[in-house]
């Protein structure tokens, strides 16, 4: 996948993975390919062996991919609902597609509000749809510092009764 992507080779990228998706089965694929894969492809342009614009070629073509796949996987209508999102100054939709795909084969229903929403945004929807719970992914490019910030600005937002779960590669800085 990574030799395909970074001699532009999408078509045959889609493919290699749609076929990967089809043998693995959808929570294998996201948990020991797509997830893998999308830090590898990530670490490349960090390391200056891959362009910014690959990465976003990758996220595009997997979200696409993912989108398909979320048409025909949904839990029950009386299973929970969960409201997904990033803060500001996290664009990562790919991390929010992935997760989402995650709770549905869990048997979770997800309301997306999409990358790079305020903690006032996130509270007023979690209150509007009543939902059971909040996730907020940290992906990339934040420090602890904000991050800490972003959290207790959107713990201060919320209910003091609804749940809120922080998850995501950055959460490893706020561990302590």
């Not at 909040?134 to 003091?160: E, T, Y």
């Amino acid at each position: 996948a990574i030799r395909l992507l970074s001699s532009h080779r999408m078509p045959e990228l889609q493919s290699h993975l749609s076929k990967l998706l089809a043998s693995q089965g959808l929570r294998k694929f996201l948990e020991q390919t797509l997830i893998p894969l999308n830090e590898a492809v990530h670490e490349r342009v960090v390391r200056g062996e891959m362009q910014n614009f690959q990465e976003l070629r990758f996220a595009d073509l997997a979200q696409r991919l993912l989108r398909d796949v979320t048409r025909l996987v949904r839990p029950t209508r009386d299973a929970k609902l969960v409201l997904l999102a990033t803060p500001p100054n996290d664009p990562n939709q790919l991390g929010l597609a992935i997760l989402e795909l995650l709770l549905f084969t869990d048997g979770v229903n997800c309301l997306t509000l999409g990358a790079g929403v305020p903690a006032q945004e996130i509270a007023g929807a979690a209150t509007a749809y009543k939902v059971s719970g909040v996730v907020l992914l940290f992906d990339r490019g934040i420090s602890g510092k904000i991050a800490g910030q972003q959290i207790r600005g959107l713990r201060s937002a919320l209910p003091s009764e609804l749940p809120c779960v922080v998850s995501g590669r950055a959460v490893n800085l706020r561990a302590k």
